[in-house]
């Protein structure tokens, strides 16, 4: 098979042009075409949660600062053209999407953050695909992508069939959104203003969509890249607009985005079956992250096991080395960061209703 070969190649070509280049936006819509038809170029999402993993080798207080930043702009900018309406890797690799997601957050300039925020939303966009079951969906889901419209009431008020099955025998027992309904509803919460401020944009950050649309030159039926366009984004890279806020306030953001994924399990459509299966990854992938010093990432890591903790039962082995970290922490409090203390602390929180 030459899947691998290709996609290997790929990704070689646009590490060597980097990110925002002429070269890289094309391969990344060539990728954006064959991972349709064939899932497996859709490996490279543990590709680029394996190279997120990777910072551990470097100390550094931002993800931003490491010197695989480079690599992880270009795998993020390819990433989001495949996530569009790939129902395969929304499917199969939410939990990584999940973990990318919030190792991330509110890293690097505005755009690599608007790319971030805009491969969520083609995830959730392709889960809410797999739940529609042939319905005709409202105008306003897709211009919704784009951010030029808000949802109108349409998705959000088509009901479960149980629902509608009470309503008809007279049981008012309350309006129950469908699977379909309760994914178009996040879909429509991710592009307001509050939930992208969780995602570091601001309300004249640049949008995924917006640089997509801005780095093409239409002419007649034939659209190509705009190198002048490009070069002015690309100029964002070598300025690392790091969000300056508190570690508490960082580390709520962390918790905020890892429910939009909690919810998304939650989602009656996936809850008995993949559900459980996406939690266990998902707390897999952040475990094997917790324990390992990374000022980056750690934190990070720790606010998510709480989070997912709350959901499962507590052994003994992992709180253990919760509270061994949280006495190393207090230990050498002052002379490094805050931040780790104040996530075991939070982490610790969560565990404690299921000791």
């Known amino acids: 098979d030459l899947t691998d070969l290709v996609l290997d190649m790929m990704v070689t070509v646009s590490l060597e042009y980097g990110a925002l280049t002429v070269e890289t ?25 394996k190279l997120i993993a990777q910072t551990c080798t470097m100390s550094v207080m931002h993800i931003s600062s490491h010197q695989l930043w480079p690599e992880i702009a270009v795998y993020m900018r390819l990433l989001l053209t495949m996530s569009f309406s790939n129902c395969n890797l929304a499917d199969e690799y939410l939990p990584d999407v999940a973990f990318i997601t919030c190792m991330l957050l509110k890293s690097g300039p505005g755009l690599i953050q ?86 570091g944009l601001r309300s004249k950050s640049t949008s995924a969509v917006t640089f997509i649309a801005s780095s093409y030159t239409r002419g007649g039926a034939a659209s190509t890249l705009n190198p002048e366009a490009l070069m002015e984004f690309k100029d964002e890279l070598s300025h690392s607009n790091q969000v300056l806020e508190s570690p508490r306030e960082a580390l709520a953001g962390v918790e905020r985005v890892a429910h939009i994924f909690l919810r998304i399990m939650d989602n009656p459509a996936f809850v008995n079956g993949r559900g459980n299966s996406w939690r266990a990854r998902w707390t897999t992938l952040v475990t094997a992250s917790t324990f390992v010093f990374n000022p980056a990432i750690q934190p990070r890591a720790f606010v998510l096991l709480g989070r997912l903790a ?46």
């Open 25 to 49: 936006e094309l391969i990344a819509d060539m990728l954006a075409t064959v991972a349709g038809k064939n899932p497996r170029y859709n490996k490279l999402v543990p590709r680029l949660r």
């Open 310 to 355: 709350a959901h499962d039962e507590v052994d003994d082995d992992l709180l253990y080395q919760t509270l061994a970290t949280l006495r190393g922490a207090l230990a050498s409090f002052g002379e490094t960061d805050e931040s780790l203390p104040i996530s075991v602390l939070l982490c610790l929180v969560n565990m404690v209703g299921n000791l």
């Open 114 to 199: 608007a790319t971030l925020h805009g491969i969520v939303m083609h995830v959730v966009h392709s889960l809410a695909l797999t739940q529609c079951n042939g319905m005709i969906i409202d105008p306003t889901f897709s211009s919704s992508i784009t951010g030029a419209n808000s949802f109108a009431g349409n998705p959000v008020r088509q009901f479960s069939e149980s629902a509608a099955a009470n309503a008809d025998a007279g049981n008012n027992t309350g309006q129950v959104l469908s699977p379909y309904a309760q994914l178009a509803q996040q879909l429509a919460e991710l592009i307001q203003t509050r939930t992208k401020f969780n995602f």
